[in-house]
């Protein structure tokens, strides 16, 4: 099969596109012909071994792929040869095959297409366990977006809405800004470090935010903080901007305030069945169109480089996808 593999850690150039075997899959696992991959910041990580978790040289990244079931390994009984899939795959999807767990496999309904299905699975899945199992979000809340128009900031506007938040998008220019505007945020605005504590405010007639949904890091985050309600929850995602923040913890205390880890890879591996709830509403979500997701380019599988260059240089709006197969 051919893949887009990483055989020496580094930036992008260090890609090759080629043919490659894997293994069966194990025990608990199946074997899927992938016809689309989702492209998502991390994979801009692990290919230079800066992700949480890294596998062995070599190895194809791609977190998240949609396709058909080829092949289960010993114990599987959810899944058999021929199933519409979506799955998690932490690394591997960038291939026209993937082996994936069986407890971060989803049995896709019908009205769901594989491009659909690949383009919210990490995005909308991460969102998901942020906003309902780690800051309870409740109708009526704030929610403040940082980053809003890349694919997790997207799907933060998307189901935010859906749970019935008032959606505070922020990002850096004016058409991204417009972007969020047409995925449904209430209110928009264009940051630097220096004014995002005062716009904040402003929104929110002095209140600050609920939730503050937090992708981006570095000197953001502590403008953002210092904004929040008294008992809000800021969701630590991601960062973006290639910056680690160091937040004074007296913040949270005069504020009465919770920082919130937000990392759906542990979330899927030690809490499976939540995991899979979540998922299936999600899924249904789609399927009755009351989410549709929102695709900024597909790119065919070999010029994968070309769709992570786009994730680096910030470009993005909505989410990026792999065309495997038809």
Known sequence: MKAILVEELGGLEKLVYRDHVIDPPGPGAVRINVKYAGVNFPDTLIIRGKYQFQPELPFSPGGEVAGVVREVGAGVTDFKVGDRVVAGTTAGGFAEEVNAFSFNTHHLPDEVSFKEAASVLLT??????????????????????????????????????????????????????????????????????????????????????????????????????RAIAPMGRHLVIGFASGSVPAIPLNLPLLKSASITGVFWGNFFRKYPDDNQSNIQELLKWVANKKLIPIIDKVYPLSTAKNALQRIENRKVMGKIILIVEE
């Not at 199992?133 to 409740?138: G, P, S």
């Open 124 to 225: 909308h899945g991460t969102v998901i366990h942020a906003l309902i199992d780690r800051a309870k979000l409740r109708k009526g809340e704030t929610l403040v977006i940082l980053g809003a128009s890349g694919g997790v900031g997207t799907a933060a506007i998307q189901v935010g809405k859906i749970m019935g938040a008032n959606v505070i998008a922020c990002a850096s220019s004016d058409a991204k800004l417009e972007f969020c505007k047409n995925a449904g945020a209430d209110f928009l605005h264009k940051y630097s470090p220096e004014n995002l504590k005062s716009a904040i405010k402003d929104m929110t007639g002095g209140d600050g935010a609920d939730v503050i949904f937090d992708a981006v890091g570095g000197d953001y985050s502590e403008q953002a903080f």
